[in-house]
């Protein structure tokens, strides 16, 4: 491809080749202090012939060197998660037939504080995504969301299996394990906690991934014709 061809919006689009090439650096920041996100972006390059995977890692590096919303995003992934984690345990705890108070009060003092953090930073993220456009790309964002997912995961598997075995076992009629109401409610407040919050921070995760909305949306080829992705 011809370096000096242009894009379909009028600006120069460069090589794969050229990816570190100052040429390309200074298109990035100018389409940055114009307000064209890195979607859009990316999404120009692969029209223009670039591979999707170089188009996305490139397009990123159109974001300021320095993340002004980390600790929105901090505040927002940390308490969705210590808040789930609280309140889960503590039912957990509550369902037992023997259980510390102290335990289950620590848990829900947990929840108590974690919860209104991450409410109050979901709502700001939201005010600064409405305004600004590139915050949704912040790579905090991203990889907070992927790590909240991950550790959303983690644990809720591990604690689903555990209450289903034990719901199982005393279903069989093992030793030492007794079929209750508490049995099945275990499984149930699991699935009910774990399930949403893995299933918000995906999506959430997967609007910050430039290289997933490459996949999911068509990209125009220069020729004029799509190119599903």
Known sequence: MNPS???????FVFPAASANSAALNAWLTQQRNQGITPDKISS????????????????????????????VYSATCWGAGIATLGAGTALHLALQEYSDPLDIAFFVT????AAPISVTGMVWARRIEATEPHAIWSPSRRTLFATLALCTA??????LLAHTFNLVAASLGAYGYDFTP????QVMITLGLATPLFAWSLMEWRRSNVALRLVTKPVVKRDGTDDEK
């Open 182 to 185: 508490a049995s099945l409610a």
């Open 5 to 11: 061809a242009t894009a379909p919006t009028g600006e």
């Open 44 to 71: 120009e390059l692969v029209a223009a012939g670039w591979n999707a995977d170089a188009a996305a890692k490139v397009a990123l590096r159109s974001l300021r060197a320095s993340d002004r919303h980390r600790l």
């Open 154 to 159: 983690v644990v809720g598997v591990i604690r």
């Open 110 to 113: 947990l929840m108590v504080v």
